[in-house]
């Protein structure tokens, strides 16, 4: 019989009071214009292909799955993409950014609780990155709240 070890087993693992195992959560939410109501950087409505950037996913997270809560809808035909891209704008050969990785086209025109739609192995993050939504679909034009919910688990940089 032959025994593997796991590279990595004995990796220094995140230590807080409640353990390792969390949940990141992002907000993504727009006012009656359309308008981004949680961000200073976009003083008009939110169009196709805008990018926000919802949480940090700091670096040694493992991505595991994801929830999106569509609580208030938004505009008629909306979508979004929500994954990550790097912060400091860089990619990586190890772990490809992927403004995808949990909802590719995730339907955001009426209320509803969605969990992870993409089939991605889980990944570890090598570098600090953001929880991306991208606008799909239609323009934002009116009312709406997502909150995005990423189950992970902190290992701390490696």
């Known amino acids: 019989m032959t025994t593997l070890t ?3 087993m004995k990796a220094l693992q995140y230590s807080g009071p409640s353990g390792n195992k969390s949940v990141i959560r992002g907000n993504f939410a727009t006012n009656a214009s ?3 109501a949680n961000q200073s950087d976009l003083a008009t409505a939110v ?6 950037r919802l949480a940090i996913l700091p670096a040694g997270t493992v991505l595991d799955d ?6 208030d809808a938004f505009a008629a035909s909306t979508t979004a993409d929500i994954g990550f891209l790097y912060a400091d704008g860089v990619d990586s050969s190890a772990v490809p950014q992927n403004a995808a990785f949990f909802f590719s086209g995730l339907a955001t025109s009426s209320t509803g609780r969605t969990r992870t739609t993409a089939v991605n192995a889980p990944v570890t993050l090598p570098k ?5 939504l991208t ?3 239609a323009a934002d034009s009116a009312v709406g709240i997502v909150d995005v919910l990423v189950d992970c688990v902190l290992r701390g940089a490696v």
């Open 6 to 8: 796991s590279n990595g």
């Open 47 to 52: 169009q196709i292909n805008d990018v926000a």
């Open 34 to 36: 359309g308008v981004a």
């Open 66 to 71: 994801a929830v999106a809560i569509v609580s």
């Open 128 to 132: 600090d990155a953001y929880l991306t």
């Open 135 to 137: 606008r799909k679909g």
